[in-house]
């Protein structure tokens, strides 16, 4: 097995603790789905949110998903003039047996526009 990143990206409708936990539980389920990985494969996930998301802790999201044995952290993007507005981004590293080329990083909705050159 190797350690690998997976990306991810979602960009939230508005600022709402359950819509933020409904959206990042959805981008964290495509991502574990797309790269046939169960939560025993996570060895840690790295969540950021934009300077104007403030309901909730991204994390809560891995957590109501049952992630409760991964370290999980939290931190603010920069905040870019011109930026994509309420985005979490997710930086998760996993043991897997696939190669880098073939690890799907998964970008939902607008935030696809992020990063078209790995979004799949």
């Known amino acids: 097995m190797a350690v690998r990143a997976v990306r991810g990206a979602v960009q939230l409708e508005r600022d709402d603790a359950e819509h933020m ?3 990042v539980g959805e981008l964290l389920t495509a991502i574990l789905e797309r790269n046939d990985l169960g939560a025993d494969d996570l060895i840690s996930v ?8 403030h309901s909730d802790f991204p994390a809560a999201a891995a ?8 370290p999980l952290i939290c931190a603010q ?3 870019i003039t011109g ?7 997710v930086l998760a590293h996993v043991e897997t047996g696939l190669s880098k080329a073939g690890i799907a990083h998964v970008y939902l909705g607008a935030a696809g526009a992020l990063r078209k050159d790995i979004a799949q």
Request: charged share 30%; no cysteine; glycine share 4%.
């Open 77 to 79: 993007e920069l905040d």
């Open 46 to 53: 790295w969540f950021t949110a934009t300077p104007d998301l």
């Open 83 to 89: 930026a994509m507005e309420r985005v979490v981004r």
């Open 63 to 70: 957590r109501a998903l049952g992630i409760t044995d991964v």
């Open 21 to 23: 936990q409904e959206q």
